[in-house]
């Protein structure tokens, strides 16, 4: 069933702690009080609150994606991207639709020649 | 020993919720103090007193220490945008004693900010895209596209090949057409609000599924958000069956649109993310 919405999606009442953390530690008016939170170690714990909520975007986020590109291990990097307009590309289909009409045929396949 | 957590400054709310600001215990910092209005100079400062301790100590922050009050604090800031102008300070501010919190506020340019303010809450719009059901409508109304998919190669080989050179095709075009819509949110929103930001996207819930495709700030007139809601529904119907949405956010107060109050000599030692 799609369960796709179709209109405005009001997310003020299920303000997500993703949002709530974006706002409250990274916006709003900076005054410096005289005591001092420990920030670097508040800023530590935001990433780990982001975390929490959304690792594998926060780590994009952070430029980590090494595991898009990892053969080992990325379910999207065994087959690169293919430019349209690249002529090896286009010579390989070449090869291939004349090696299958040659199967087809029934002639060895390497008989039309690289 | 406490200390006063500050929360932010408002410029006047009305008695009866003045009231409801000091019995509420929903979003007070501390449970053992409730949340009070210091005046200031055409201002008051929200502030609620806390555990000194608390906030000097290292030990005692941790993920589930910072996510509750960080959500006690927006929390009380959003519930006054409707009743009053708000401006929110960073969370973590805090002031041993009142004489510091004087000394450290610009008192006018606080009231000069919430005089900007007046009227006015801040709105995040984000646009929403289901990348699968983007391409299947893609696919399916545009001619060059599906004359495209309609020539695939019977064989298995060849067939191959082209769907991938297809591929690269759709998500170029895919992503021209999006682009254009996040162009087209952006017209709108800027024709009737007082000022737009562009926003990063905000990291999406879910690897796969919907991504966002555009993300903005809104700061908007009251008056205008009955008219902006009914123009981001017009939109959100129009591209519907083109997977895409829009995730409206708010109201809340002028986060993204806060003057730079820090005081030449005041510093913040914050680590950008």
């Known amino acids: 069933m799609d369960k796709r919405p179709t209109g405005v999606i009001h997310s003020n009442g299920a303000a997500s702690l993703v949002d709530v953390i974006e706002r409250i530690l990274d916006k709003g008016i900076v005054i410096a009080g005289d005591i001092k939170l420990k920030i670097v170690d508040i800023e530590l714990l935001t990433i780990q609150v982001r975390l929490l909520v959304c690792s594998v975007d926060k780590a994009r986020e952070m430029g980590m994606n090494w595991w898009m590109t990892n053969a080992y291990v990325g379910t999207h990097s065994a087959?690169?991207?293919?430019?349209?307009?690249?002529g090896g590309i286009a010579a390989l289909g070449?090869?291939?639709?004349?090696?299958?009409?040659?199967?087809?045929?029934?002639?060895?396949?390497d008989s039309e020649g690289a | 020993m406490t200390a006063i957590y500050l929360y932010g400054f408002i410029d006047e709310l009305p008695v009866c919720r003045r009231?409801?600001?000091?019995?509420?215990?929903?979003?007070?910092?501390?449970?053992?103090?409730?949340?009070?209005?210091?005046?200031l100079?055409?201002?008051?400062?929200?502030?609620?007193?806390?555990d000194e301790a608390e906030y000097r100590?290292?030990?005692?922050?941790?993920?589930?220490?910072?996510?509750?009050?960080?959500?006690?604090?927006?929390?009380?800031?959003?519930?006054?945008?409707?009743?009053?102008?708000?401006?929110?300070?960073r969370f973590g501010t805090v002031f041993s004693t009142e004489k510091q919190l004087r000394t450290a506020v610009d008192e006018p340019a606080i009231a000069a900010a919430l005089s900007q303010l007046r009227g006015m809450t801040?709105?995040?719009?984000?646009?929403?895209?289901?990348?699968?059901?983007?391409?299947?409508?893609?696919?399916e109304c545009d001619?060059?596209?599906?004359?495209?998919?309609?020539?695939?190669?019977?064989?298995?080989?060849?067939?191959?090949l082209q769907e991938r050179q297809l591929e690269s095709l759709v998500a170029s075009v895919l992503s021209d057409h999006l682009r254009a819509r996040s162009s087209l949110l952006r017209q709108s929103l800027q024709s009737l609000a007082v000022a737009v930001m562009h926003l990063p996207p905000a990291p999406d819930a879910a690897e796969h599924g919907p991504h966002i495709v555009g993300h903005f700030g809104v700061l908007l007139n009251r008056t205008c958000e009955p008219r902006i809601h009914a123009v981001l529904e017009a939109l959100a119907h129009e591209w519907a069956a083109d997977g895409a949405w829009i995730e409206l956010g708010g109201p809340w107060p002028a986060y993204d649109f806060c003057p730079s109050l820090l005081k030449p000599d005041a510093t913040d030692d914050r680590i950008s993310l």
């Open chain 2, 143 to 160: 001619p060059v596209l599906r004359e495209k998919f309609m020539a695939l190669s019977s064989t298995p080989g060849a067939r191959y």
């Open chain 2, 41 to 50: 100079a055409g201002s008051h400062a929200l502030v609620c007193r806390v």
């Open chain 2, 19 to 39: 009231q409801a600001l000091v019995e509420c215990r929903e979003f007070r910092m501390d449970q053992r103090f409730g949340i009070g209005l210091l005046p």
């Open chain 2, 122 to 139: 801040e709105w995040s719009v984000k646009l929403l895209v289901d990348d699968a059901a983007a391409i299947a409508r893609l696919r």
């Open chain 2, 57 to 89: 100590d290292p030990q005692s922050v941790s993920p589930a220490w910072l996510a509750a009050r960080a959500t006690r604090h927006a929390g009380l800031l959003c519930s006054l945008v409707t009743d009053c102008a708000v401006l929110p300070v």
């Open chain 1, 94 to 109: 070449r090869r291939v639709q004349a090696l299958e009409a040659a199967l087809g045929q029934g002639k060895p396949p």
């Open chain 1, 79 to 86: 087959v690169p991207p293919l430019a349209a307009s690249d």
